[in-house]
Structure formats: C-alpha cells, structure tokens
Antibody, heavy 121, light 106 residues
Framework: EVQLLESGGGLVQPGGSLRLSCAAS????????MSWVRQAPGKGLEWVSGISGSSGSTYYADSVKGRFTISRDNSKNTLYLQMKSLRAEDTAVYYC??????????????WGQGTLVTVSS | DIQMTQSPSSLSASVGDRVTITCQASQDISNYLNWYQQKPGKAPKLLIYDASNLETGVPSRFSGSGSGTDFTFTISSLQPEDIATYSCQQYDDLPTFGGGTKVEIK
C-alpha cells in the first residue's frame, strides 16, 4: 500500500525557514517523480515544486523560485522541501504527491495527508 | 503560466441529479487534463486523467470529456458521498489547478 507521510510543518515568523519531509513507502521511491502541492486556507490547490526520480531535474512555481528547494534522498525514501524567506502568503497545507512516472508532473496518483505551515509574527 | 478557469465555483443539487462542471484553459492543452475530488480535511484524490480516462477503482458515474481548451466533468447521478470540491489540473506546462467547484446536496 502506497503511503506518504509529511512532517515538519508549524508556526514560523516571516522571513524564517522551515524544512518539510515526506516519508514514502509501498512503492519503489526512486522510480517516480514527486511534487509538493499546497493549499492556502479556503483556497484552491497550487503546485509548488517537482523533482524527477533521479533528482536530475527540479522545477518550481514562480511564486517560490529562489526561496524553496526541493530534494530527495532515495536511500531513505524521503522527499524534502526546504523553505526560506517565508512570507504570510506561504501559509498553507503542504501535500507531497507521487507522480505516475519518473520524470515531469503529468498526474498525481497518491497524496499525503498534508502538513500545515503557518507564517505569522 | 496556463490559467484554468473552472465553473461554477459552487453548486447545489439533489441526490440522483446529473452534475456538470466545466474547466477552460487559457491555451490549447490537448487532453493534458486531470480531475480530482477533495473531501473536507482530506487530501485530493485522482478521479479522471488525460481528460476522459477513469482512474482505477473510481465509480463509473464519474466521467470527463473535452480537448483543446474546453473540458467537462460529469457526475451522472449524484450520491451523498460525492459531496466534495472538484478541481481540474493541466499538465501541458508546469501544473496549474482550477479554482475548484464545491458540490453540495440540495
């Protein structure tokens, strides 16, 4: 059974940093691209970042480019999102999502339960 | 960025009704479109991929159609467990989602 478990969310001050983790199980982690998708309170879904199975390619939404860094450790079956220079508008539930193939983004067939990031003073 | 315009933003229908949601892309995206269901407090669930293909295990009352810029998602007979927000997502370019349609029971 595929499972994705996010952690690392919490309250952080504007300008602060936070690192999210997503522990994956139930599939061959290195064979699939992964993404982070967020949802601000009461708002729609927003794709944030993606990474290929081999970590050779990374992609970012313009809203986070230069501030967020996606990475993965295939030996630990874990996906990460390092977030810096956080802003109030980054407040959201952050989901990790599995892509159906090793590269790109196409469709997201499994999602974690999400972790809440709140940016506030 | 490719913008996805979804309508309506919310709807109320009776059990057994046919429900239709539309999604319009700001440019031609061929059939590179997916539909998700999200129940309150839960993660999204993939229902339809490549505009019209039903994900494994999803009930056949859900369907999708369209290509180019105009897409439709249909629930043929609304059930109480279908109460959720439905969102489209394109992947012709970096992924973008529609604003979502909240479906309620009348």
């Amino acid at each position: 059974e595929v499972q994705l478990l996010e952690s690392g969310g919490g309250l952080v001050q504007p300008g602060g940093s936070l690192r999210l983790s997503c522990a994956a199980s139930g599939f061959t982690f290195s064979s699939y691209a992964m993404s982070w998708v967020r949802q601000a309170p009461g708002k729609g879904l927003e794709w944030v970042s993606g990474i290929s199975g081999s970590s050779g390619s990374t992609y970012y939404a313009d809203s986070v480019k230069g501030r967020f860094t996606i990475s993965r450790d295939n030996s630990k079956n874990t996906l990460y999102l390092q977030m810096k220079s956080l802003r109030a508008e980054d407040t959201a539930v952050y989901y990790c999502a599995k892509v159906v193939r090793s590269t790109g983004w196409t469709r997201f067939d499994y999602w974690g339960q999400g972790t809440l990031v709140t940016v506030s003073s | 960025d490719i913008q996805m315009t979804q309508s309506p933003s919310s709807l109320s229908a009776s059990v057994g009704d046919r429900v239709t949601i539309t999604c319009q892309a700001s440019q031609d995206i061929s059939n590179y479109l997916n539909w998700y269901q999200q129940k309150p407090g839960k993660a999204p669930k993939l229902l339809i991929y490549d505009a019209s293909n039903l994900e494994t295990g999803v009930p056949s009352r859900f369907s999708g159609s369209g290509s180019g810029t105009d897409f439709t998602f249909t629930i043929s007979s609304l059930q109480p467990e279908d109460i959720a927000t439905y969102s489209c997502q394109q992947y012709d370019d970096l992924p973008t989602f529609g604003g979502g349609t909240k479906v309620e029971i009348k």
